[in-house]
């Protein structure tokens, strides 16, 4: 079973960017997760490789995008606009079957995060 490694976080003023990275990200669907303490971790956005569908979850439609580099075996969640409410810690997973933003005990291979901290 292979862990994937996120990496690209930080901190940012509101309105700055960030590029997160997923490695290695095969050629299943893979999905970008957020989680603040004492919340239920969150589905942001889900690429589907065999169609290169994406998914966004509403609060990131049109700031955040979705994207996979074939020859790095990595997907990139480019996040623009930052707000102070998309601070949080941020994760990436495959599915098997299917894609899209389902639950995420659907998802396996989680990696360990990447912090993720918008300052208003």
């Known amino acids: 079973q292979v862990r994937l490694v996120e990496s690209g976080g930080g901190s940012v003023q509101t309105g700055g960017s960030l590029r997160l990275s997923c490695a290695p990200s095969?050629?299943?669907?893979v999905g970008w997760f957020r989680q603040v303490p004492g919340k239920e971790r969150e589905g942001v956005a889900a690429?589907?490789?065999?169609?290169?569908?994406?998914y966004y979850a509403d609060p990131v439609k049109g700031r955040f995008t979705i994207s996979r580099d074939v020859a790095k075996n990595t997907v990139y969640l480019q996040m623009n606009n930052l707000k102070p409410e998309d601070t949080a810690m941020y994760y990436c997973?495959?599915?098997?079957?299917?894609?899209?933003?389902?639950?995420?005990?659907?998802?396996?291979?989680w990696g360990q995060g990447t912090q993720v901290t918008v300052a208003s």
């Open positions: 997973a495959t599915r098997d079957a299917g894609c899209g933003l389902v639950p995420t005990w659907m998802f396996k291979n």
């Open positions: 690429f589907y490789p065999d169609d290169t569908t994406t």
């Open positions: 095969g050629s299943n669907c």
